[in-house]
């Protein structure tokens, strides 16, 4: 399985929700990644895990909290986000550093 | 920390022709330089990607060039095909063996026309 699965595809959501991005990859990649993509923008990284811990965030708003369950599972959490936050929201593996895997992302609008 | 600044934004090529992307890195630090290839509303697939030891690497009609010393690496296409065209985005970053961090480039739409 040569895939990073994202779900939902779609989110909608009001400014007062509380929803969950998750991301799953089954290659055995021990770093996973989220990214944030506005249109006709690069990927901007989020976070970073290595082995199931936090290495890197740069500089999020608490209003995204990641979560890494275990070595395949990668969640985003949501809470009280801008409109502005509206993008697609990207998740990579990679074994080692290299050769980042990207999933198809998830399109989240903020109302 | 990293910048990188990529040119062309835009790049129009008639089917059959080369098309050359190029890209400018700050951090001496990297060690790592993939390019990826978007096409509308899909998601970044790697298509070719070069270590700091490395000058050039080629991959059929693929090939990536790295100047250290400048800090400058290119993306050559030939004999591009209409399936070609997508936005295209370099990356510089540097790596470890668990995990990397990569500063993208702004893009570059490409259209290949038959």
């Known amino acids: 399985d040569t895939e990073v699965t994202q779900t939902p595809k779609h989110l909608v959501m009001g400014m007062t929700n509380k929803k969950s991005l998750k991301c799953e990859q089954h290659?055995?990649?021990?770093?996973m990644y989220w990214y944030k993509q506005k249109a006709k923008k690069p990927p901007e990284l989020m976070f970073v895990?290595?082995?199931?811990?936090?290495?890197i965030n740069e500089s999020v708003p608490s209003r995204f909290s990641p979560e890494c369950p275990n070595s395949s599972l990668l969640n985003l959490h949501l809470h009280a986000l801008q409109p502005e936050d509206s993008a697609l929201y990207l998740c990579?593996?990679?074994?080692?550093?290299?050769?980042?895997?990207f999933g198809s992302g998830t399109q989240l609008s903020v109302l | 920390g990293e910048n990188v600044e990529q040119h062309p934004s835009t790049l129009s090529v008639q089917e059959g022709d080369s098309a050359v992307i190029k890209c400018t890195y700050s951090?001496?630090?990297?060690?790592?330089f993939p390019w990826y290839k978007q096409e509308l509303g899909k998601r970044p697939q790697l298509i070719i990607d070069?270590?700091?030891?490395?000058g050039e690497k080629k991959d059929q009609r693929i090939a990536v060039t790295l100047n250290k010393t400048a800090k400058h690496f290119s993306l050559h296409i030939t004999e591009t095909q209409p399936e070609d065209s997508a936005v295209y985005f370099c990356?510089?970053?540097?790596?470890?063996?668990?995990?990397?961090?990569?500063?993208f480039g702004a893009g570059t739409q490409v259209v290949v026309t038959p």
């Open positions: 070069i270590r700091s030891n490395v």
């Open positions: 895990y290595s082995y199931e811990k936090l290495s």
């Open positions: 290659m055995g990649h021990r770093a």
């Open positions: 951090d001496s630090a990297s060690n790592y």
């Open positions: 990356a510089a970053g540097w790596t470890t063996d668990s995990w990397g961090k990569l500063q």
């Open positions: 990579a593996s990679s074994q080692g550093g290299e050769k980042l895997f």
